[in-house]
């Protein structure tokens, strides 16, 4: 580092030749500028101007661009030579191809100025790179010819791609680090070529992009929005210029040539008045403001004579340079240093000269000093500013130059930074001068912008702290990086500094540390340093990183950064393949409890109890199990048995909770719902029956032997139409009244209640043949369907041919005899037609169960789907990775128990309608052949009647019978069929006493 106290260096310049003849023009002021005017002349000479380069060049036809912002009082003849992609190596060859287009436009002694532009890319490369090297040696073949032909060079420095380089992303990023390596690319390019025969100068273009881009980023804007001045410096492709970057490379190196002001100056270039302004601006900023100590430009040189012409005379560089009236003296004050002295020093020291300046005249002079030189340094005169010196002696001029300390990069090392003393006679008006050169020491320095201090880590787990480094010297350097680990604060001596460090089970290394290698002046390096734990779930470390430049002795930078151990500990519970809904008493279900790390660690849980049913006796109580970091291990088997005597439909819940191990965290509770299934069972504890009076009646006394409360629904069906019915109790539900009910239910029956209920028959006395009466009950349990009992109670009967009748008094009409033929013949079909119906409307309402079951079983479906985990999309990408798929495995349907189902059926689609129950197939036969032939014989009989009184003209026969042909019907008798002996079964029962009735009995309902 340099010494805090400033250090100032003298030199004494003596005498050492005569001065020589030559005009003297001093520096002019930046600030003294005047638009549209050349710096310091009057009139000027047109300038003739070549642009050499490619698409960048050819764009929107720059050359005629730049012809139009100089003005037409200024003038100049505009040219070019290019071609698509060409770089400076590429011009050089075409310049050396002898007679080609090239070699004789250089050849033209014309020619004022002469700006090259290299291949976009290329110099931005590394220094070492071929493509840099040869453009390098191609510009300097291309400024020597235009030095031999009496022109100046000018390095038209391009721009950054305007989101960086995709096709060369590490060393082009983005725009600003590839706008940094071209603005450094093409200072180098002038350094190497610049001498002391020639001064190569450069049009800072690219950097009054960088003015655009870095205005609006100050604004708070995004320079990158397509709404921006600086996206749309670019043409589509990001690179190219737009008219709008072309006008702003005109203007810049308009500036950079004449030293004029850009801002105002009318032209006919198609840019509105604002934008045109904004890049009037930007070139003046760029290049009269914002470049000083890093380009100097030729308007700044002691003997500018204007852009045309000429420009900078050859003896721009020399020293002792007189100037005087040709009709006055002979030049006789001259400054006695060597010509173009360059002096090295450090930054940050007051440098200072001391140097002669002698009288020649035979007269004594009064004499005026002056000193002028890099825009921004300080500086002050150490002897008088006027003095006198008389003839044929000298005297001293003592001075000192603050030279800046270097800040972000500047001053650069290496670069000639120009000064002039000039001194002024009083008596003739006679001038010289010494003009000499600073370059300013290697300064190495590294700083440490951004780090990252703290890094929390799981166990056994690795992360990285990103650390960015600037080199803030004047020239590029490389950089190293150490770690070192602490302890107490200080260096620990067991473990040394180095790149990569194991101590106390960690592991730090550096990554990315290769950028390092060349970090240019003012670039930014990001490395990391990364940091793997220990497999334990406590412990920390801390670390000094240290940044030295390996070319320099400046002392290393550094920063302290840590890495600590963090044990998060979380897990969940996850349960499969069970199922407690509607089960059995007496059965049990079962399956498997599983707990997952979703820790960052591995780590134990225990699983414990947290609730249970009483009637679910003795589940698992607890399970300590251990997991690995994001593993699964089955926690428990369990297997829920349910007590024979609990209740249907009990619910209830059996609740497990997750805690870790050694501790009172819960993380985790699994519900498992339990719901008990009814079991449907019906006795018949009592059945009487009677058959006295001509009526069969039947009281039945059945229980409710299930596990919870059910319903029944009673079917009768009796095989004869006479007067019938059932009587239910009175909390039955039934449609109609009692004569002729068939049917009716009851619900809410309880476990082990007698049930009460009877049915009858009148046992038929106008049947036309003997027979048996058949009356079957059907009991059905409301919550299974499909349960039943039955029971069928008979009783016989004597047809009319077989009863006593009454002797013969004449023909009459026995109405009532009519009647109840009629009747009896409805009923023997009527009976029938209401089965049917009753059949009808039980299969609807059974539909319409069956139905809304299927919903039930949809959603059952649901929230077993929705109890499962989801297939995550890494196990199948593991099976496609480890080549070809699983069998495809059918899902099981959910099964519904048939309890779940009956209790489902009754709870939503209410009670079942009565249906009938099919007749013995012999005994229906035999019924169906005897009401066959009965009907036939009644019929006869009837139409025999009617025959009668049609003779007796009591009643007309219909017109259409009349033409029939009478003929005799026989009459004849069926014999009754009894294969399997049912009338022998009949019996006759006596009705119960009172004493064995219950209190549903309904002895005392209807008349037995």
């Given at each position: 580092m340099v010494d805090a106290s400033p250090k100032v260096i003298s030199i004494v310049a003596l005498l050492l030749f005569s001065p020589l003849s030559l005009t003297i023009i001093p520096f002019a002021d930046a600030d003294s500028r005047n638009q549209g005017s050349s710096q310091g002349?009057?009139?000027?000479?047109?300038?003739?101007?070549?642009?050499?380069?490619?698409?960048?060049?050819?764009?929107?036809?720059?050359?005629?661009?730049?012809?139009?912002?100089?003005?037409?009082?200024?003038?100049?003849?505009?040219?070019?030579?290019?071609?698509?992609?060409?770089?400076?190596?590429?011009?050089?060859?075409?310049?050396?191809?002898?007679?080609?287009?090239?070699?004789?436009?250089?050849?033209?002694n014309d020619l004022d100025w002469v700006m090259f532009q290299d291949q976009s890319q290329v110099p931005g490369f590394p220094r070492t790179s071929q493509y840099w090297q040869d453009s390098l040696a191609g510009l300097d073949d291309l400024t020597a010819r235009v030095e031999q032909i009496g022109g100046e060079s000018v390095l038209f420095m391009t721009w950054g791609y305007r989101e960086g380089d995709?096709?060369?992303?590490?060393?082009?990023?983005?725009?600003?680090?590839?706008?940094?390596?071209?603005?450094?690319?093409?200072?180098?390019?002038?350094?190497?070529?610049?001498?002391?025969?020639?001064?190569?100068?450069?049009?800072?273009?690219?950097?009054?992009?960088?003015?655009?881009?870095?205005?609006?980023?100050?604004?708070?804007?995004?320079?990158?929005?397509?709404?921006?001045?600086?996206?749309?410096?670019?043409s589509?492709?990001?690179a190219h210029p737009s008219l709008t970057g072309s006008y702003l490379t005109a203007c810049v190196m308009y500036a950079t040539i004449y030293g004029n002001n850009t801002v105002g100056n009318s032209d006919g270039v198609s840019i509105d008045t604002a934008t045109k302004l904004s890049l009037q601006q930007a070139a003046d900023a760029t290049v009269f403001n914002?470049?000083?100590?890093?380009?100097?430009y030729p308007w700044m040189a002691a003997n500018w004579s204007g852009p045309g012409d000429g420009g900078v005379a050859e003896e721009s560089n020399s020293s002792g340079n007189e100037s005087g009236d040709s009709t006055d003296l002979e030049p006789y004050l001259s400054f006695g240093a060597n010509p173009n002295s360059s002096f090295s020093v450090v930054a940050g020291t007051a440098f200072r000269l001391t140097v002669n300046i002698s009288n020649n005249a035979s007269f004594n002079d009064n004499v005026s000093v002056a000193l002028t030189g890099a825009i921004g340094w300080n500086h002050y005169?150490?002897?008088?500013?006027?003095?006198?010196?008389?003839?044929?002696?000298?005297?001293?001029?003592?001075?000192?130059?603050?030279?800046?300390?270097?800040?972000?990069?500047?001053?650069?090392?290496?670069?000639?930074?120009?000064?002039?003393?000039?001194?002024?006679?009083?008596?003739?008006?006679?001038?010289?001068?010494?003009?000499?050169?600073?370059?300013?020491?290697?300064?190495?320095?590294?700083?440490?912008?951004?780090?990252?201090?703290?890094?929390?880590?799981?166990?056994?787990?690795?992360?990285?702290?990103?650390?960015?480094?600037?080199?803030?010297?004047?020239?590029?350097?490389?950089?190293?990086?150490?770690?070192?680990?602490?302890?107490?604060?200080?260096?620990?001596?067991?473990?040394?500094?180095?790149?990569?460090?194991?101590?106390?089970?960690?592991?730090?290394?550096?990554?990315?540390?290769?950028?390092?290698?060349?970090?240019?002046?003012?670039?930014?390096?990001?490395?990391?340093?990364?940091?793997?734990?220990?497999?334990?779930?406590?412990?920390?470390?801390?670390?000094?990183?240290?940044?030295?430049?390996?070319?320099?002795?400046?002392?290393?930078?550094?920063?302290?950064?840590?890495?600590?151990?963090?044990?998060?500990?979380?897990?969940?519970?996850?349960?499969?393949?069970?199922?407690?809904?509607?089960?059995?008493?007496?059965?049990?279900?079962?399956?498997?409890?599983?707990?997952?790390?979703?820790?960052?660690?591995?780590?134990?849980?225990?699983?414990?109890?947290?609730?249970?049913?009483?009637?679910?006796?003795?589940?698992?109580?607890?399970?300590e199990v251990s997991v690995p970091l994001g593993g699964t291990s089955t926690a428990m088997t369990y297997e829920l048995a349910i007590k024979s005597s609990t209740p249907a439909f009990s619910t209830g819940k059996v609740i497990y909770q997750l805690r870790l191990e050694n501790s009172q965290t819960i993380v985790d509770t699994l519900e498992i719902d339990i719901e008990v299934a009814p079991v449907v069972e019906w006795e018949i504890l009592e059945i009487t029956q009677d058959a006295q009076n001509g009526r069969l009646s039947v009281q039945y006394v059945i229980s409710n032997i299930g596990n919870g409360l059910d319903g029944i629904t009673v079917v009768m069906v009796v095989s004869h139409g006479p007067e019938q019915g059932l009587i239910p109790p009175e909390e039955a539900e039934y449609d109609g009244e009692l004569l002729g009910l068939h049917s009716f239910s009851q619900n809410n029956i309880a476990i082990g209640e007698r049930y009460t209920f009877r049915a009858w028959t009148d046992i038929p006395v106008d049947e036309p043949e003997n027979g048996t009466i058949w009356l079957d009950m059907t009991m059905r349990s409301t919550l299974e369907p499909d349960f039943s009992l039955f029971h069928s109670?008979?009783?016989?009967?004597?047809?009319?041919?077989?009863?006593?009748?009454?002797?013969?008094?004449?023909?009459?009409?026995?109405?009532?005899?009519?009647?109840?033929?009629?009747?009896?013949?409805?009923?023997?079909?009527?009976?029938?037609?209401?089965?049917?119906?009753?059949?009808?409307?039980?299969?609807?309402?059974?539909?319409?169960?069956?139905?809304?079951?299927?919903?039930?079983?949809?959603?059952?479906?649901?929230?077993?789907?929705?109890?499962?985990?989801?297939?995550?999309?890494?196990?199948?990408?593991?099976?496609?990775?480890d080549g070809g798929e699983d069998p495809v495995v059918i899902p099981q349907s959910p099964e519904v128990s048939k309890e779940a189902f009956v209790a489902g059926f009754r709870n939503t689609g209410g009670q079942p309608s009565p249906s009938s129950e099919p007749v013995e197939k012999e005994l229906f036969g035999a019924a169906a052949t005897v009401l066959d032939h009965h009907d036939?014989?009644?019929?006869?009989?009837?139409?025999?009647?009617?025959?009668?009184?049609?003779?007796?003209?009591?009643?007309?026969?219909?017109?259409?019978?009349?033409?029939?042909?009478?003929i005799d019907v026989g009459t004849g008798r069926t014999q009754r069929k009894d294969p399997r002996g049912l009338m022998a079964k009949s019996e006759n029962i006596p009705l119960p006493s009172k004493e064995n009735r219950t209190e549903k009995d309904l002895d005392g309902e209807l008349d037995l």
């Open positions: 002349q009057g009139e000027v000479a047109a300038a003739d101007i070549l642009l050499v380069g490619n698409s960048y060049t050819q764009s929107n036809n720059l050359a005629s661009l730049l012809s139009q912002v100089i003005s037409a009082n200024e003038g100049a003849n505009t040219s070019e030579l290019t071609g698509g992609g060409m770089r400076l190596d590429q011009h050089a060859n075409q310049m050396n191809t002898a007679g080609g287009q090239w070699d004789t436009t250089l050849d033209n995709s096709s060369n992303t590490l060393r082009y990023p983005d725009y600003r680090t590839m706008q940094h390596h071209l603005r450094d690319g093409y200072v180098d390019y002038r350094d190497n070529t610049s001498n002391a025969l020639r001064t190569v100068w450069v049009a800072p273009v690219g950097l009054a992009y960088e003015h655009i881009y870095d205005d609006i980023i100050a604004s708070g804007e995004n320079p990158l929005a397509s709404t921006s001045l600086f996206w749309n410096l670019y589509s492709d990001g914002e470049t000083s100590g890093l380009l100097t005169f150490d002897s008088p500013l006027i003095f006198s010196v008389d003839s044929n002696s000298l005297e001293w001029v003592d001075f000192t130059i603050q030279v800046p300390e270097v800040v972000d990069g500047l001053p650069l090392a290496g670069l000639q930074h120009q000064w002039s003393l000039s001194a002024e006679s009083f008596t003739s008006n006679h001038s010289t001068w010494w003009n000499f050169s600073i370059v300013v020491k290697q300064h190495h320095e590294i700083m440490i912008i951004e780090s990252g201090e703290n890094l929390t880590l799981a166990p056994n787990s690795n992360d990285r702290i990103a650390i960015t480094i600037r080199n803030i010297g004047n020239i590029p350097t490389k950089a190293a990086v150490k770690l070192q680990v602490l302890l107490n604060g200080t260096a620990d001596v067991n473990h040394p500094a180095a790149e990569r460090v194991e101590a106390y089970g960690w592991t730090v290394a550096l990554f990315n540390n290769y950028q390092m290698d060349w970090v240019n002046v003012g670039e930014e390096i990001t490395f990391e340093v990364g940091l793997l734990s220990p497999p334990v779930v406590s412990g920390e470390i801390t670390i000094e990183v240290m940044v030295r430049n390996v070319w320099g002795v400046e002392r290393a930078k550094s920063t302290v950064i840590s890495g600590g151990i963090e044990w998060l500990r979380n897990g969940s519970i996850s349960a499969e393949d069970f199922s407690c809904f509607r089960i059995d008493p007496g059965e049990s279900c079962s399956g498997e409890i599983a707990v997952v790390n979703t820790g960052n660690f591995d780590d134990s849980f225990v699983l414990e109890l947290v609730e249970s049913p009483e009637w679910v006796p003795n589940p698992i109580q607890s399970s109670a008979n009783a016989t009967f004597i047809g009319l041919p077989y009863q006593p009748r009454a002797t013969d008094e004449g023909f009459t009409i026995d109405w009532e005899e009519l009647r109840s033929s009629v009747v009896n013949a409805w009923n023997s079909y009527a009976y029938t037609l209401m089965a049917v119906t009753i059949a009808g409307i039980s299969i609807h309402l059974a539909l319409k169960r069956r139905l809304k079951m299927n919903q039930q079983q949809r959603e059952e479906k649901e929230k077993y789907a929705q109890s499962t985990t989801p297939e995550q999309p890494e196990g199948w990408l593991q099976r496609f990775a036939g014989e009644r019929m006869s009989r009837v139409l025999e009647d009617v025959s009668e009184l049609i003779d007796e003209r009591v009643v007309t026969p219909h017109p259409a019978n009349v033409e029939l042909t009478a």
